[in-house]
């Protein structure tokens, strides 16, 4: 699990799974931004320098992420992932990589 709580930023259109991943990753012990539009996702990627971004499971989400310009690594999600697969991928990555190394995208696609 990452130590230095780096900032992981949320992006996706449904409210009730963006509430969940980010009350499973904040018990992981992670600090969360969540964003559900992309003058949100582009403002946040801007001001925070997040350590990973989680896109949303829907192609409009990954799209929004990708006009975005995540410039760090970019989990994006499928309809079938559960929380707890999402949340144990994000810890891998951030474990992996470290927050500060981190670079390039990195996708479940």
């Known amino acids: 699990m990452p130590t230095d709580r780096a900032i992981v930023v949320v992006f996706a259109g449904?409210?009730?799974w963006r509430a969940a991943v980010?009350?499973?990753l904040r018990q992981a012990g992670m600090r969360t931004r969540l964003t559900s539009r992309p003058a949100e996702l582009a403002k946040s990627l801007a001001d925070a320098a997040p350590a990973l971004v989680v896109a949303g499971p829907t192609a409009a989400d990954h799209q929004?992420?990708?006009v975005a310009r995540a410039d760090g690594p970019v989990l994006r999600t499928t309809p079938g992932d559960?929380?707890?697969e999402i949340v144990?991928?994000?810890?891998a990555l951030?474990?992996?990589t470290g927050p500060a190394q981190a670079t390039g995208p990195t996708s479940s696609e």
């Open 14 to 16: 449904d409210r009730a």
């Open 22 to 24: 980010d009350t499973a």
């Open 64 to 66: 929004a992420v990708r």
């Open 82 to 84: 559960t929380i707890t």
């Open 88 to 91: 144990r991928r994000v810890c």
């Open 94 to 96: 951030l474990v992996s």
